[in-house]
């Protein structure tokens, strides 16, 4: 049997869908010890300081882990049918162009 292009894709996806969440509660974790260090400073600017850059690398990197599954989302359901993806039924040939 020839694997086709959605037998990758759905490979590519069960490898992402474990590493996901792992990925935004790392993010949430960061965010939340920045917090953490932000109150307990006691007015201490260093750790203040260092409490912020926390939170703001949290922020942003929950954003870029969202922001990332949602693209992968959006082009999968653009190019795929869920059967298409479960039952690898895209044929890479079939995503050729083809120019007279």
Excluded: C, H
């Amino acid at each position: 049997m020839n694997p086709t292009f959605s037998d990758l894709i759905n490979k590519i996806l069960g490898y992402l869908a474990p590493i996901v969440p792992l990925i935004l509660t790392l993010t949430m974790v960061v965010f939340i010890w920045g917090l953490a260090q932000f109150i307990l400073a006691s007015g201490d600017e260093k750790k203040i300081e260092s409490g912020k850059k926390l939170m703001i690398w949290g922020i942003i990197g929950f954003f870029v882990a969202v922001s990332i599954w949602g693209i992968v989302a959006v082009l999968t359901s653009t190019f795929f049918t869920p059967s298409e993806l479960q039952d690898g039924a895209v044929d890479v040939d079939s995503l050729i162009i083809r120019r007279n």
